[in-house]
């Protein structure tokens, strides 16, 4: 008689480090099922101080058996090799991570175009970023430790550590206490349009979505008002622009 035989003894190297990428990506997706479903059972404010609980003692649990099972260190909850590393690589290391979001986002909407058509896929690029867009503003709060109204103020810092911010070029235009101007003075997908000959890509159904809530979670006195963005024309310093505001009578509120 033979003993009880485990399929993934039959793999091969090569297919045994592939099943372990499988295994990541799975965990990444059931991670996803468990935000969405705890956001359509209890909201949208309880399912993000859920996921920030069961995210810090997750990342805590993973990386200390990861760590034992790879051999490498831990220094302040940060595998040591990634606490060492110099200014300048983790910020080439930051702009890859960046670019490998940015052309996730591509390769989703290009899946959805090619299998739906462009209607279709817009529709989803637009929902998506509804729920996309006030979750980085409540990741970057959550980072810097911002107060319920961070304001005007809070809003620019906010601007800046968004992923787009590290992979395009944006500026801000001041014009007083009550308002400014945020600029996307060159947009990697547009720029990589351009370049092609091809039209700008009419992105301004996702822009209205994308800042007017990205702004709104960062200071819900915040208003958002759209200067130009494709298929609008625009001129050659930027491919959009938004004016963010908060009204003269409502700056005083706590």
Known sequence: ???????????????????????FHRIIVHYAFWFTEVRHQMGMEAALDIMESATNRSLQIQMERLSK?????????????LADMPKTSL??????????????DGVWFQAVEFSHGLNDAKRCNDSAWAQFSPFEAWSIRKF??????????????ALGFRLYAHINVQSIVEEGPTSFVFQMNDCRVQSARKRKGLEDYPCKTAGLVE?????????????????????DPHPEQWYCAWRFSIPADKEGLP
């Open 69 to 81: 099972t790879l051999g490498f260190g831990i220094q302040d909850g940060l595998p040591s090799a």
């Open 211 to 231: 800042y007017t809530y990205f702004a709104r979670a960062i200071d819900d006195r915040i208003q958002t008002e759209c200067l130009g963005c494709p298929p």
């Open 1 to 23: 008689m033979t003993g009880p035989t485990n399929p993934i003894d039959n793999l091969s190297p090569k297919d045994l480090a592939q099943y372990v990428i499988n295994l």
């Open 144 to 157: 810097f430790n911002m107060p319920e109204h961070p304001g005007l103020e809070g809003l620019k810092k």
């Open 91 to 104: 910020l080439k290391l930051l702009n890859s991570v960046s670019a490998n979001w940015l052309a996730n």
